[in-house]
């Protein structure tokens, strides 16, 4: 069974910094590219982030580039966001996505953890 | 970026009935349209790709369609667990793009 489960989230204030992380399991973690996603409070979702399976190539949102990193530890079966220069628009669960897995025919979405911006 | 807009704003349907919801494409992304479900507290659950594929464990009732610049979500008979908001995603270009969402309401 596939699972994605995030952990990281919490309060922060603005300009501070937050590392989410994504514990995968269930299919083969390091030849998959891995996604972030958000959605804030009554939007939709919203795609911030995408890494490669060999960390070769990442993609950014414009809303998070310069500002979040994703990265991977695949012997850790683990994904990563560093994010930080937090803004208040950045409140919003964050989500581990993976593409297409082939063994289960899904794309398969973590369960979120909220990051709040706040002072 | 590639701009994906979603019609109508909200559907107001009794049970049983059929749901058309469109999605439009700001450009050409062939047919690289997945939809999602949404349910309130939940994450988005993933219907379709390909723009007509469905992925597994998704009823029947759901078809998609479409390729270039429109596309369509259809469900054929309404059950009280559709009751929901549907996005659709494109995954032709970066970054990757949702519409802005469908609600589909109980009438």
């Known amino acids: 069974e596939v699972q994605l489960v995030e952990s990281g989230g919490g309060l922060v204030q603005p300009g501070g910094s937050l590392r989410l992380s994504c514990a995968a399991s269930?299919?083969?973690?390091?030849?998959?590219?891995m996604n972030w996603a958000r959605q804030a409070p009554g939007k939709g979702p919203e795609w911030i982030s995408h890494?490669?399976?060999?960390?070769?190539?990442?993609y950014y949102a414009d809303s998070v580039e310069g500002r979040f990193t994703i990265s991977r530890d695949n012997a850790k079966n683990s994904l990563y966001l560093q994010m930080n220069s937090l803004r208040a628009e950045d409140t919003a669960v964050y989500y581990c996505?993976?593409?297409?897995?082939?063994?289960?025919?899904?794309?398969?979405w973590g369960q979120g953890t909220l990051v709040t911006v706040s002072s | 970026e590639i701009v994906m807009t979603q019609s109508p704003a909200t559907l107001s349907l009794s049970p049983g009935e059929r749901a058309t919801l469109s999605c439009r494409a700001s450009?050409?992304?062939?047919?690289?349209l997945a939809w999602y479900q949404q349910r309130p507290g939940q994450a988005p659950r993933f219907l379709i790709y390909?723009?007509?594929t469905r992925a597994t464990g998704i009823p029947a009732r759901f078809s998609g369609s479409g390729s270039g610049t429109e596309f369509t979500l259809t469900i054929s008979s309404l059950q009280s667990e559709d009751f929901a908001v549907y996005y659709c995603?494109?995954?032709?270009?970066?970054?990757?793009?949702f519409g802005q969402g469908t609600k589909v309401e109980i009438k």
């Open positions: 390909g723009a007509s």
């Open positions: 996505v993976s593409p297409l897995i082939t063994t289960t025919n899904r794309v398969h």
């Open positions: 995603q494109q995954y032709d270009n970066w970054p990757r793009t």
């Open positions: 450009q050409s992304i062939a047919n690289n």
């Open positions: 269930g299919f083969t973690f390091s030849t998959y590219g």
């Open positions: 890494i490669t399976g060999s960390s070769g190539a990442v």
